[in-house]
Structures are given as structure tokens and as C-alpha cells.
């Protein structure tokens, strides 16, 4: 079955850290997308990708980084620069240009990354 | 802007009562809105959408849920709850961002407990 793919399911960070969150998709989607989740302020978007090679902030993309250079494959990483990164992290994907009849956008499974 | 507002944090039900959880958004064009469930630690899965027609809409799990125009809500019912649909609730409007992107934007959740 296709779908989206988010390693680890958990995840611990030293301070001055960079760690690398990694989301793989075999539904042949164009477009994917990192969620951040916060107990009590739903999910914010830190970036998303159009295209391989190509991507943009959203709205909380400071301390954050990305890469997009297989169609299947949009790794997260969260940086020393993230002062409070904490939270949980989704990855969505999505067909390009309408919306998809059936889902809007598919979710992983999440990386829960905790601070030592 | 566009924005969500689920104005109920937590709820608490008893097995085999009504269900009524609310959500108002804000958009100026019609629109596409969503109703996706979370179990602890788990992504998110879609229960139903609307993007236009029939206003009342049927999902998985028994849920369903209403979209009126004139009071920018689109709540989710279910005539009776079943301990397993104990979860975190969030409510999605969606439109295009970036030309051709679709972007999803989240209500803060509502939590439900089933009280047996």
C-alpha cells in the first residue's frame, strides 16, 4: 500500500544539536509538506515543496531547514538555531494543483523529538 | 486572513451519547473544509470533507457533519460515541497557496474523552 513513511517514531536531541527528521512518500505526490505540533496550537506549517529541488517557508520556519532532492524524499532538519524543538512533527503529501477527491493531504505517522 | 476556531479545548461524552463538536472558519471565498482525527501519537486521518454540493456530509465512522454558509461552521456530529472514538479532533480549511500548492490551515483540536 502507498503511503507516507516518518523516521524515527522518536527522537532525543543534546542541546547545540542538529538532528535530521526523515519523510519518505510512495504515492507518487508532487507536493509535500512539515507540520509541527504543539499541545493546543494544532499544526503550523515550516515548510513545504512543490517540486524536487524547490521549496518554501511556511509559517514557523525559523531554526528549521530542508532538502528536496528526490521526489519521494523531503528530510526535516531542526537546527541548534531552534530554541524550543520539542514538539511533535508530521509530514503530509499531496497531489499538485487541485484537490484530490479522496484526501486533501496524507499524514505520517510523526517523529516525537524531546530535548536531553 | 484565513483562520480556524475550534472553540471547545476538551469535551467529555458518555459511551453511547450524541456527539457535537464545533468549528468556525473564516474565508472569503467557499470553502473546501475538512474534519481529520488523531489518536495519541499517531498522524492524522481524514473523517470526511466538503468541497461544494449536498451541505450535509457523510464520513468514516459513523461521523457526519454540516457546513452553513451563513454561520461560517462546519460541525461534526455523531448520534452515538463509541469508547475507541476517544482522540484529538481538528477541524481544516483549505485553499491554494503559492499558485498551486493546496495548504491546509488547523484549528487548535478538540479533545474527546469517553466516559464508560
Known amino acids: 500500500d502507498g503511503g507516507i513513511t516518518q523516521s524515527p517514531k522518536y527522537l532525543f536531541r543534546k542541546e547545540g544539536q542538529n538532528v535530521t527528521l526523515s519523510c519518505e512518500q510512495n504515492?507518487?505526490?508532487?507536493?509535500m509538506y512539515w507540520y509541527r505540533q504543539d499541545p493546543g496550537q494544532g499544526l503550523r506549517l515550516i515548510y513545504y515543496s512543490q517540486i524536487v529541488n524547490d521549496f518554501q517557508k511556511g509559517d514557523i520556519a525559523e531554526g528549521y531547514s530542508v532538502s528536496r532532492e528526490k521526489k519521494e524524499s523531503f528530510p526535516l532538519t531542526v537546527t541548534s538555531a531552534q530554541k524550543n524543538p520539542t514538539a511533535f512533527y508530521l509530514c503530509a503529501s499531496s497531489i499538485l494543483g487541485e484537490w484530490d477527491s479522496n484526501q486533501p493531504q496524507h499524514f505520517g505517522d510523526g517523529t516525537r523529538l524531546s530535548i536531553l | 486572513a484565513q483562520s480556524v476556531t475550534q472553540p471547545d479545548i476538551h469535551i467529555t461524552v458518555s459511551e453511547g451519547a450524541s456527539l457535537e463538536l464545533r468549528c468556525n472558519y473564516s474565508?472569503?471565498?467557499?470553502?473546501?473544509l475538512f474534519w481529520y482525527v488523531q489518536s495519541p501519537g499517531q498522524g492524522l486521518q481524514l473523517l470526511l470533507k466538503?468541497?461544494?454540493?449536498?451541505?450535509l456530509v457523510q464520513g468514516i465512522k459513523g461521523f457526519e457533519a454540516e457546513f452553513k454558509r451563513s454561520q461560517s461552521s462546519f460541525n461534526l456530529r455523531k448520534p452515538s460515541v463509541h469508547w475507541s472514538d476517544a482522540a484529538e479532533y481538528f477541524c481544516?480549511?483549505?485553499?491554494?497557496?503559492?499558485?498551486?500548492?493546496?495548504?491546509?490551515?488547523f484549528g487548535t483540536g478538540t479533545l474527546l474523552a469517553v466516559q464508560p
Open positions: 504515492l507518487n505526490h508532487d507536493a
Open positions: 466538503y468541497f461544494s454540493g449536498d451541505t
Open positions: 481544516a480549511v483549505g485553499f491554494y497557496y503559492g499558485g498551486a500548492t493546496n495548504k491546509l490551515i
Open positions: 474565508y472569503g471565498a467557499t470553502p473546501y
